[in-house]
């Protein structure tokens, strides 16, 4: 892979009590069309969940997570064939809906951009600055 390339991000966000709209991150999708890539990272943290939330369950959340996760696969991963239908869309359309506005627990935040030449790498980082708790 060689030079750079435009990508385009949104931080997936649990939203426990949709109305109080207190939300904290919990993953990160990122879409790189010339690479022809789409993927997730997802990290529930659930001490920060039973912060807003004491009631709230956190395996249906997780799951919910996971299932974001499963729809960036490429179709041929064992947690891909989860996505269903939509799982079979291209990589674009894909993110475009996964980002929409929605008023559900797990929601995606504004898309963002950038350049990288390593989408996965990129897909960490952003985790690991966005999502994971600070050292």
């Known amino acids: 892979m060689t030079g750079r390339h435009a990508f385009e991000y949104a931080v997936l966000r649990v939203v426990p009590r ?3 709209g207190e939300s904290f991150n919990a993953g990160v ?5 010339p690479l022809d890539y ?3 990272r997802v990290h529930l943290d659930p001490q920060r969940l039973c912060v807003l939330d004491p009631a709230a369950d ?3 959340i997780a799951r919910a997570l996971d299932a974001v996760a499963a729809l960036c696969g490429d179709g041929h991963t064992e947690a891909a064939r989860y996505a269903g239908p939509a799982g079979e869309e291209d990589r ?4 475009r809906r996964l980002t929409a506005p929605r008023s559900t627990i797990v929601q995606a935040g504004p898309v963002h951009t950038g350049l990288t030449t390593d989408p996965e790498a ?3 980082r952003l985790l690991a600055a966005l999502v994971l708790p600070l050292p």
């Open 38 to 40: 789409l993927g997730a």
């Open 92 to 95: 674009g359309r894909r993110f």
């Open 29 to 33: 999708l990122l879409y790189c069309r």
């Open 122 to 124: 990129e897909l960490d």
């Open 58 to 60: 956190g395996a249906v």
């Open 18 to 20: 949709i109305e109080r």
